[in-house]
């Protein structure tokens, strides 16, 4: 039996979803849906019902979950102080989709060549980055500066705008701008109603008299572009981002909303911790479109 076999099924008990489960975990779901097999085979107990809707507890995964949740909370605990006894510590970084790329690169990169570990975990939205934070799921975050709050240390690492990604055939792909108003009429791509972009594209539309016809939530910035391409809609995405759609032969026009802009700030549980991080991140550029 395995350590992460405990951790694939507290997450997906979570969730109620092997998908989400394989997110957090930075896993496929094949590989959860296996692990948690195992688990059930050695116990010779069902500790999930599956549907199409997700997965349930049965009574006796409910009576496991009680069982297991503080020993997967202790075997963390545990790991966490292990690391601080390294001389050149490594880190779990949490990020955002948009920014992944930033942390492959540059100084980041060296430190990890080295033999530094540095895991990162990628989440969806900034709301979900601060709250793994805040319950020490990791060292630090890349975030939206929004999120950041005043209860724990955090400094800008950049400042950027949003595109307009359309179609290659769209009528609107010639501009060299667009305003949110001239959209009104266009289907959306978004991620789920917690994504900031979503929030704020909705926030600056409802001050032009509408609000973004949403078509279609999914997950990731391939998903987005995926479903761009085939006609589902049009999205907004992070400036940062108009090189890979450009790669998907798409139309990436900048959006001219002095309001729509987001700051990327690197949150961490300590000021040592956030001032070493920030270091290594902070001569990396920012790529441009």
Same mark, same amino acid.
């Given at each position: ?41 050695? =116990?010779?107990? *069902? @500790? ?10 049965? *009574? ?27 001389? *050149?510590?490594? =880190? ?15 100084? @980041?990169?060296? =430190? ?15 709301? %979900? ?12 975050? @890349? ?30 792909? *010639? ?34 008299? =509408? ?29 940062? @981002? %108009? ?47």
């Amino acid at each position: 039996m395995q350590v992460e076999w405990f951790r694939s099924f507290t997450e997906a008990a979570k969730w109620k979803s092997l998908s989400k489960a394989a997110d957090r975990l930075s896993l496929t779901q094949p590989a959860i849906s296996k692990q948690i097999r195992q688990l059930e085979a050695t =116990y010779g107990i *069902e @500790l999930f019902r599956r549907s199409a809707a997700g997965v349930d507890l049965t *009574e006796a995964g409910r009576h496991f979950l009680e069982r297991i949740m503080p020993v997967v909370a202790s075997l963390d605990t545990i790991e966490a102080v292990m690391r601080r006894f390294k001389a *050149e510590p490594g =880190y779990t970084l949490g990020c955002l989709p948009s920014v992944v790329a930033r942390l492959h690169s540059g100084r @980041l990169r060296d =430190y990890r060549d080295a033999g530094h570990p540095v895991t990162i975990k990628v989440r969806q939205t900034s709301a %979900a980055l601060r709250d793994e934070l805040q319950e020490g799921a990791f060292d630090a975050a @890349l975030l939206d500066a929004a999120f950041a709050g005043d209860r724990m240390w955090s400094k800008t690492l950049f400042t950027e705008g949003y595109v307009a990604v359309l179609p290659e055939d769209h009528p609107l792909r *010639e501009r060299t701008s667009l305003r949110l108003e001239e959209l009104r009429k266009e289907r959306f791509v978004f991620a789920s109603p917690q994504c900031e972009i979503h929030d704020r594209v909705k926030t600056l539309t409802e001050s032009y008299g =509408y609000s973004p016809d949403v078509q279609l939530e999914v997950d990731g910035n391939k998903e987005f572009l995926f479903n761009v391409a085939v006609g589902a809609g049009i999205t907004v995405l992070p400036e940062m @981002l %108009a090189a890979e759609a450009k790669q998907m032969n798409l139309q990436a026009v900048p959006l001219a909303e002095p309001g729509l802009r987001r700051t990327v700030a690197l949150a961490a549980r300590t000021a040592d911790v956030g001032a070493k991080l920030f270091r290594l991140l902070d001569a990396e550029p920012v790529p441009s479109a």
